[in-house]
C-alpha cells in the first residue's frame, strides 16, 4: 500500500470503533519500527495528511506529538502508524512514586543500567557480521588464498550476514516499497540482494562453483556472461560497514532519554516530616519521598534539598536556586514564602508545608518542558537518506533499461541479465557505508581532544545553519559561583588619619562570615583566606536573620552585612561608601558593608565573576557569523553589566533577562519563528528544555546532567572558547562528510556505465570499491590535523 493509499483511506474522520475514546487536543505516542529519520519524516507525513491532524515526530525520542481533533480516535491515529509500516502505543507514563526509576519503559533502558535490548541486538548483528565477512573479504582480495572449493566456504559464512544481520535493512527496505519511498535501506538492500543472488546463480548454475576457480587479480574490461563471477565480499562487507555506523548511532540515540532521568533524580529521595501526637507533641519520621502528601510539613536543614513544592512556615534561611531559576544569588525565605523541590537549603532550618507533590511540582514541569521540547525538535533527515531517494530510482530504472536494451539486441537471456544485475552491484554503497561513520569517528576524536563531545551525525547538519548563539550567564560566561569582586574602603576619618587597610577590613571581615554559612559569607571568607592566609578567631558571635553577622575579632567590634543591619547599631555608610553602594547595586552586585569598632570601614562587593575567556568565546563566535544573545534568570541590571563585560551589544533583543525556564524555552521557540537558526548555550536545568528546543544545543561540561543529556554538543572543559571549537569542528566535520558521499557515489556512477555495457570485470569492481573506500577513509583522517581558529 502506498503512503497516498493509507492516507486517502485515513484522510476523513474515521468511524470509531466501541470503547474508543475520543483523543484531547493533544495525544503522545511512542513509535516503534524506526530505523532512520526518513522513517520518522514519513510517518509524520502520513499522520499529517489526516484531516484536522498536526504531528511532529522524533527519530531520537522515538514519540509523536500529534494535535488532533475530537473527532479522530487515538486508535484512529494508532491504526494510521501501523499502516504506514509502523508500531504505535500510547506511552507508559513514569512512576512518580519511584525517583529511582527511570523515566518509563520508553527510555528503553532499565534501573540496573543493563543495555537496552534493541542497543543489544544491533550489537550481536555486528559482532556476527564482522566475524562472518572478514574472511569472505579477505579470500575474495587475495587470490593466492584462493583455496579449492574457497567459494562454497564464502557462500557459507555469508548466507547468515546477508539473511540475519542484514534483516533490518531488507525489513525497512520492504517497508519503504510498500509506500513507494527509497532510502539508504532500500539502496543496501537492492545491492547486498543483487549480490547474493547473482553469486547463488554463479555457483549454482554457472562456473563460479567448479572445484579450483579462482578470481584472477586483472584489471580489465572485458564482456562476461557473469556465470563465473562471484560477488559475496560485496554483500557482506557492504553489510558489516553499514551495521558499525547503525550501532553507534543507536548508542547515542538511546542517551535522548537520560534528560529525563537525571531530571528525576535531581529530586530529593527521602524527607523528614513532622508528625503530630496524640499529646500534641510534634516528632520527627524520614519517609521516601513518594509517601510524601499535600499539606504535610517537613524539615530542611543546612545542605539539604527541599524535597517538593511548598510554603515555609517556620524558619528563615537562603535557597541556592540556581539549578532552576539560573539566579547566581541565593534567595533570602522566611515564614510565608514559597520554595520549590530540589533547590537547596544553604544555611537556616526550615519547616516547609507541602503544596504540590508529583507530576504538579515545578521540577516534574520542567521535566514535561524538555520532553516536549526534544519531541518537537525536528529531527535532520541524513544526507545519505536524501540522496538514496533520488538514487536509488535511478539505478533501479537504469537496470531496467540495461536489461532491456540486452535483449532487444539479441545478446541472450544471460548477458543481459548479467548486465542488469551488474548495474544493481556496482551501486551497492561500500564507500558509503564509511563515508558518515568514519568522518564522525574522526571527527569526534580530533573534538574529544579539543574537549567537544559530539553526540551524533545527524546535529553536524545544524552547525551548518546557525546564525544565532544564545547564551545563559551563570556558569556559562560566569564561573557560576560568587566572588568577592573589590574591597572598597572609606576616606580617612579625619586630619592626620589614613584610609582602612583593605587586606586588614578583609581579614576581620572574612574571619566573622567564616562562622556563617551563607554563600556570600563563604565567598568572602575564600577571598580573605587567599590574600592574608589563616584568619583569627572570633568570639560573641551573633546572626542576625537576613541582615549579617557580628563579633569580637582580635579585640574589635566587627559588623558585616547589609547596610541596615549598621543603621541599626547607629554606624551609617558615609557618602563615599553610599555612593559606591549605590553605583554597584546598579550594577546588578551584592554589596556587603563592614562596621569596624563603631565606624564603617568599607564595603565589599560581591557578585557571580565572568570567565576570563568569556570576552573571548563572543568574539570568536562573532567572526563565524554567529549573532550573540544573553539569557539568564538574573535581573536586568545584572545581565547588562556582564553583558558590556564580555562584548555583547546591549539592547532589547539581545540582553533578556528575568526569565523563568519556560521563558527561556519560549525566546527560543520566537527566534525560530523569526527564521533564526538557533544555538544555545547553557549549563543548569533551567536550560535544559531550550537546549533540547534549539537547532544545535551545546552544554557546558561542568554544568548538571540535565543540560549536558538535553544538548547535542557537551563542552567538556567548561571553557566558552570551546562553542567556538564546536561550531568549526562540526562545520569541518560535515564537509568531510558531503565530500566522502560525492566521492562514494562518484564511484557508482562512474562504474555504472561499464556493468551496463556487461564490461563489469568482479577484480575491476573489487579494486574500484577498495580505492572508493581508502579515499573516503583518508579523507576523514584528514580531520585529525585540525585546529581551531586561535589555537
Known amino acids: 500500500m502506498s503512503t497516498t493509499d493509507t492516507s486517502s483511506r485515513t484522510g476523513e474522520a474515521p468511524h470509531r470503533a466501541p470503547g474508543d475514546v475520543e483523543t484531547e487536543t493533544e495525544t503522545e505516542l511512542a513509535i516503534s519500527g524506526m530505523t532512520c529519520a526518513s522513517c520518522a519524516n514519513?510517518?509524520?507525513?502520513?499522520?499529517?495528511?489526516?484531516?484536522?491532524?498536526?504531528?511532529?515526530?522524533?527519530?531520537?525520542?522515538e514519540k509523536a506529538k500529534i494535535s488532533a481533533p475530537h473527532g479522530i480516535s487515538t486508535s484512529a491515529l494508532i491504526a494510521t502508524v501501523d499502516a504506514a509500516g509502523y508500531q504505535a502505543r500510547l506511552p507508559t507514563p513514569p512512576e512518580p512514586t519511584l525517583p529511582d526509576t527511570p523515566a518509563g519503559p520508553d527510555t528503553h533502558a532499565d534501573h540496573t543500567g543493563q543495555e537496552p535490548d534493541e542497543l543489544r541486538a544491533i550489537r550481536q548483528r555486528l559482532l556476527t557480521s564482522i566475524v562472518l565477512s572478514v574472511p569472505v573479504v579477505v579470500l575474495a582480495m587475495v587470490p593466492a588464498w584462493q583455496f579449492t572449493n574457497w567459494q562454497w566456504i564464502s557462500l557459507t559464512l555469508a548466507a547468515p550476514v546477508i539473511a540475519w544481520a542484514a534483516w533490518p535493512f531488507h525489513r525497512a527496505a520492504w517497508a519503504n516499497l510498500r509506500h513507494g519511498a527509497a532510502t539508504m535501506d532500500t539502496l543496501i538492500s537492492l545491492g547486498t540482494l543483487a549480490a547474493f543472488a547473482w553469486s547463488l546463480y554463479s555457483l549454482l548454475f554457472g562456473t563460479a562453483g567448479i572445484p579450483g576457480m579462482t578470481h584472477p587479480f586483472e584489471l580489465t574490461i572485458s564482456p562476461s556472461d557473469g556465470a563465473g563471477n562471484i560477488y559475496?565480499?560485496?554483500?557482506?562487507?557492504?553489510?558489516?560497514?553499514?551495521?558499525?555506523?547503525?550501532?553507534?548511532?543507536?548508542?547515542?540515540?538511546?542517551?535522548?532519554?537520560?534528560?529525563?532521568?537525571?531530571?528525576?533524580?535531581?529530586?530529593?529521595?527521602?524527607?523528614?516530616?513532622?508528625?503530630?501526637?496524640?499529646?500534641?507533641?510534634?516528632?520527627?519520621?524520614?519517609?521516601?519521598?513518594?509517601?510524601?502528601?499535600?499539606?504535610?510539613?517537613f524539615v530542611v536543614r543546612p545542605g539539604e534539598k527541599i524535597a517538593t513544592d511548598g510554603t515555609v512556615v517556620e524558619g528563615r534561611s537562603a535557597v541556592d536556586a540556581s539549578m532552576l531559576t539560573g539566579e547566581s544569588i541565593p534567595v533570602e525565605i522566611g515564614a510565608g514564602d514559597e520554595v520549590v523541590g530540589a533547590t537547596i537549603n544553604t544555611s537556616g532550618r526550615l519547616v516547609v508545608q507541602t503544596?504540590?507533590?508529583?507530576?504538579?511540582?515545578?521540577?516534574?514541569?520542567?521535566?514535561?518542558?524538555?520532553?516536549?521540547?526534544?519531541?518537537?525538535?525536528?529531527?535532520?533527515?541524513?544526507?545519505?537518506?536524501?540522496?538514496?531517494?533520488?538514487f536509488v530510482p535511478i539505478v533501479i530504472a537504469l537496470s531496467a533499461v540495461t536489461l532491456a536494451f540486452w535483449l532487444g539486441t539479441g545478446a541472450g537471456a544471460a548477458a543481459a541479465f548479467t548486465a542488469a544485475v551488474a548495474v544493481l552491484i556496482i551501486a551497492c554503497p561500500c564507500a558509503l557505508g564509511l563515508a558518515t561513520p568514519t568522518a564522525l569517528l574522526v571527527g569526534t576524536g580530533r573534538g574529544a581532544q579539543l574537549g567537544i563531545l559530539i553526540k551524533g551525525p545527524e546535529i553536524l547538519e545544524s552547525t551548518r545553519r546557525v546564525d544565532t548563539v544564545v547564551l545563559d550567564k551563570t556558569g556559562t560566561i560566569t564561573t557560576g559561583r560568587m566572588s568577592l569582586l573589590a574591597v572598597h574602603t572609606a576616606d580617612p576619618l579625619g586630619p592626620g588619619t589614613d584610609r582602612p587597610s583593605a587586606d586588614e577590613v578583609l581579614r576581620l571581615a572574612g574571619a566573622l562570615e567564616n562562622a556563617s554559612e551563607h554563600p556570600v559569607a563563604a565567598a568572602i571568607t575564600r577571598a580573605a583566606r587567599e590574600r592574608v592566609g589563616e584568619l583569627p578567631e572570633v568570639s560573641e558571635f551573633g546572626n542576625h536573620e537576613g541582615l549579617g553577622v557580628r563579633g569580637v575579632v582580635d579585640g574589635h567590634a566587627v559588623l558585616v552585612g547589609r547596610p541596615a543591619l549598621l543603621e541599626q547599631w547607629s554606624q551609617p555608610l558615609p557618602e563615599d561608601l553610599a555612593i559606591v553602594l549605590g553605583a554597584e547595586a546598579r550594577r546588578g552586585r551584592t554589596v556587603v558593608a563592614v562596621a569596624v569598632d563603631g565606624q564603617p570601614r568599607a564595603v565589599l562587593v560581591v557578585a557571580d565573576a565572568v570567565k576570563p575567556t568569556s570576552a573571548e568565546a563572543i568574539a570568536r563566535l562573532?567572526?563565524?557569523?554567529?549573532?550573540?544573545?544573553?539569557?539568564?534568570?538574573?535581573?536586568?541590571?545584572?545581565?547588562?553589566?556582564?553583558?558590556?563585560?564580555?562584548?555583547?551589544t546591549v539592547g532589547p533583543d539581545t540582553v533578556i533577562a528575568d526569565v523563568l525556564p519556560s521563558d527561556k524555552l519560549q525566546v527560543i521557540e520566537d527566534l525560530q519563528a523569526r527564521g533564526r537558526v538557533v544555538a544555545m548555550i547553557g549549563d543548569g536545568v533551567n536550560d535544559s528544555a531550550a537546549l533540547a528546543r534549539a537547532d544545535l544545543g551545546l552544554a557546558m561540561g561542568t554544568g548538571s546532567d540535565v543540560a549536558i543529556e538535553a544538548a547535542d554538543i557537551t563542552l567538556v572543559r567548561g571553557d566558552l572558547r570551546a562553542a567556538a571549537d564546536a561550531i568549526e569542528l562540526s562545520r569541518r566535520t560535515l564537509a568531510t562528510i558531503k565530500g566522502n558521499l560525492f566521492w562514494a557515489f562518484a564511484y557508482n556512477i562512474a562504474a555504472l556505465p561499464l556493468a551496463a555495457l556487461g564490461l563489469l570485470n568482479p577484480m575491476l569492481a573489487g579494486a574500484a570499491m577498495a580505492f572508493s573506500s581508502v579515499f573516503v577513509v583518508g579523507n576523514s583522517l584528514r580531520l585529525r590535523r585540525f585546529r581551531p581558529t586561535g589555537h
Not at 42 to 61: F, H, M, P, Q, W
Not at 367 to 385: H, I, M, S, Y
Not at 624 to 648: C, F, H, K, S, Y
Open 42 to 61: 514519513r510517518i509524520e507525513r502520513t499522520l499529517n495528511k489526516l484531516d484536522g491532524v498536526s504531528a511532529t515526530v522524533n527519530y531520537a525520542t
Open 232 to 297: 559475496l565480499e560485496v554483500a557482506a562487507g557492504v553489510t558489516t560497514f553499514i551495521l558499525v555506523g547503525r550501532y553507534f548511532e543507536a548508542r547515542s540515540k538511546r542517551r535522548a532519554g537520560a534528560a529525563l532521568r537525571a531530571l528525576l533524580h535531581l529530586g530529593a529521595k527521602d524527607v523528614t516530616v513532622l508528625r503530630e501526637r496524640p499529646n500534641g507533641a510534634r516528632v520527627e519520621e524520614r519517609i521516601p519521598i513518594g509517601q510524601l502528601a499535600v499539606g504535610d510539613r
Open 355 to 390: 503544596s504540590r507533590v508529583g507530576a504538579d511540582t515545578q521540577l516534574a514541569q520542567m521535566a514535561k518542558l524538555v520532553e516536549d521540547a526534544q519531541t518537537g525538535k525536528a529531527a535532520v533527515q541524513r544526507l545519505a537518506d536524501r540522496i538514496s531517494g533520488v
Open 622 to 648: 562573532r567572526r563565524l557569523g554567529l549573532t550573540p544573545i544573553l539569557l539568564t534568570g538574573d535581573n536586568q541590571a545584572v545581565a547588562e553589566t556582564v553583558a558590556r563585560e564580555v562584548g555583547i
